[in-house]
């Protein structure tokens, strides 16, 4: 018998529960199953948005995390953000923030009293109180992830805006990672990228409090050895060629490579999930430059201590 339910006594009503007590051995890490399930691999293709009728895609995997709504990981939700020329959408999700990347096309958005122009490359982030539309002028998609789930586990709505809409141009940013890639010291690190911050979280340097995102690059024939963190990545490639892939998994060899790994072969404008806490390494074997962006619940994770990125 897992648990124990205790019957209360007459002083108590129908308002009240009597509660569970659990063996401890049997509840202290419930991730299976039957129970909390694990974060699942899972690829989502850019068919989903390639035509058809302006809507919003959400990555939905909630039936596979038992989350009550949808949701691509237990705290975040990803989506592809289709819009046909002259549409308007708008996206109001019960969130503290939305991270914007603009797949292709242009347009106009509106977040509050804030209004500014978006075009193919750039990335934008801006609070979800007031929602935002997205009007387009030309073809458009988008790449868009929130926290909606996060505030759905917790039954809370949010009610304050803790940063200004944050635009960050494709130029600026394209610019910013080809220094990065161009610098002395580019062969000795881990990854080249940049990381996207806001003005008002300088002490977890993320683009919101909640979420981070990334802009690395992979060199043609070369590969990012692997690593792990506690954040989940919700990975969008922005361009590849054949023969771009991910090797996931839970274990490392004394070599440093990951056992048994699972591959995920990338396609441009895909995006997929890789799971907190297990080791991944990224490789490109064609013979063109790739460039992805990992967008992480990993503002909260920094802000709690809990991020523990580790490098083999």
């Known amino acids: 018998m ?10 108590t009503n129908d308002a009240v529960s009597s509660g569970h007590f659990y063996e401890y051995s049997k509840a202290a890490n419930p991730i299976r199953p039957s129970l909390t399930p694990r974060i699942p691999y899972h690829f989502f293709s850019p ?4 035509d058809g009728e302006s809507r919003i895609i959400p990555l939905d995997l909630s039936v596979e995390l038992k989350c009550p709504s949808p949701a691509t990981g237990p705290d975040l939700c990803a989506n592809f953000v289709r819009i046909n020329a002259g549409d308007l959408i708008e996206m109001a999700p019960n969130a503290t923030s939305i991270v914007f990347y603009v797949i292709r096309g242009n347009g106009r958005a509106r977040n509050g009293s804030a209004s500014f122009e978006w ?3 750039d990335f934008f982030a801006v609070p979800a109180l007031d929602g935002i539309a997205l009007e387009a002028s030309a073809d458009a998609a988008l790449y868009a992830v929130h926290d909606a789930p996060l505030l759905t586990y917790l039954g809370v709505s949010v009610d304050t805006a803790r940063f200004r809409p944050v635009l960050f141009r494709a130029a600026d940013a394209n610019r910013e990672l080809d220094r990065v890639k161009h610098s002395p010291a580019a062969a ?7 990381l996207l911050g806001a003005d ?3 002490l977890t340097r993320t683009v919101t409090h909640t979420l981070w995102a990334m ?6 024939g070369t590969e990012q050895k692997p690593h792990r963190h506690q954040s989940i990545a919700l990975d969008y490639i922005a361009d590849c060629e054949p023969g771009c892939y ?6 490392l060899d004394e070599e440093g490579r990951i056992v048994n790994p699972v591959r995920v072969d990338w396609e441009a404008g895909c995006a997929f999930v890789t799971p907190p806490g297990y080791w991944h390494a990224h490789f490109n074997e064609s013979a063109s430059e790739a460039r992805l962006i990992p967008i992480q619940d990993a503002g909260l994770q920094t802000y709690l201590r809990t991020l523990d990125i580790r490098f083999a």
């Not at 068919?47 to 390639?50: G, R, T």
């Not at 000795?188 to 940049?194: A, G, Y």
């Not at 991910?246 to 274990?251: A, F, H, K, M, N």
């Open 119 to 121: 075009s193919h490359g």
């Open 188 to 194: 000795e690190r881990s990854r080249i990228s940049v």
């Open 246 to 251: 991910s090797l996931v998994g839970t274990e």
């Open 200 to 202: 008002e979280f300088p």
């Open 47 to 50: 068919s989903l948005y390639a």
């Open 215 to 220: 802009y690395g690059t992979i060199g043609a």
């Open 2 to 11: 897992d648990s124990l339910t205790i019957d209360r006594k007459s002083d």
